[in-house]
Structures are given as structure tokens and as C-alpha cells.
Nanobody, 113 residues
Framework: QVQLVESGGGLVQPGGSLRLSCVAS????????IRWYRQAPGKQRELVAQ???????TYVDSVKGRFTASRDNAKKTAFLQMNSLKVEDTAVYYC???????WGQGTQVTVSS
């Protein structure tokens, strides 16, 4: 059973930064696209960023230029660096791989003054 374990969320002031991590338990980590989703209270889950095994990235418009997805295939870990955080970035963030199959437990990101 593949597990994804997330960490790195927390409370930060507007303009601050956080780095989320997602560690996978599978040795096939490098072949998977890793997707980062977020879900704010009362809203649908939103795809924020994705990174292919080779490192190609795409982002939703609202985070372009502020968020950076990366990965270390040797360490089976994906990262989401979030800079210039805004109040509207507040949500539970999830990492995902394998389509709808494997999900992290979610980590709360709260941006507030």
C-alpha cells in the first residue's frame, strides 16, 4: 500500500512563505506525476500545481510566480514552495499521485495577520 505523508503547513502572515513536503513510500515514485491540490472551507478541491517525473511543472493562474513545485526522486519526496502567501491561499493542501488513487493526509495552511 502506497502512502503519502505530508508536512510543512502552518500559520503564516500575508507575504510569508511555507514549504510543503510530500514523502512517498513507493520505489516507483519517479514515474508518477505529483499533483498538489487545496481545499478551502466551503469550496471545491482545486488543482494548484503538478510536476512530472522529469520535472515539468504547471500551475493554476492564481499561484503562478509565487508557488514552485519540485521533487527529489532519489528521496521520493515532492515539494511545494509557497512564497508571497495571500489570505486566499488558506486551505488544506493535499499531495496526490496515481490519478485519484493515492492521497496525502492533508496539511493546513493558514495565512492571516
Amino acid at each position: 500500500q502506497v502512502q503519502l505523508v505530508e508536512s510543512g503547513g502552518g500559520l503564516v502572515q500575508p507575504g510569508g512563505s511555507l514549504r510543503l513536503s510530500c514523502v512517498a513510500s513507493t520505489s516507483f515514485f519517479s514515474v508518477y506525476i505529483i499533483r498538489w491540490y487545496r481545499q478551502a472551507p466551503g469550496k471545491q478541491r482545486e488543482l494548484v500545481a503538478q510536476i512530472t517525473g522529469g520535472g515539468s511543472t504547471t500551475y493554476v493562474d492564481s499561484v503562478k510566480g509565487r508557488f514552485t513545485a519540485s521533487r527529489d526522486n532519489a528521496k521520493k519526496t515532492a515539494f511545494l514552495q509557497m512564497n508571497s502567501l495571500k489570505v486566499e491561499d488558506t486551505a488544506v493542501y493535499y499531495c496526490n499521485m496515481g490519478g485519484d488513487v493515492y492521497w496525502g493526509q492533508g496539511t493546513q495552511v493558514t495565512v492571516s495577520s
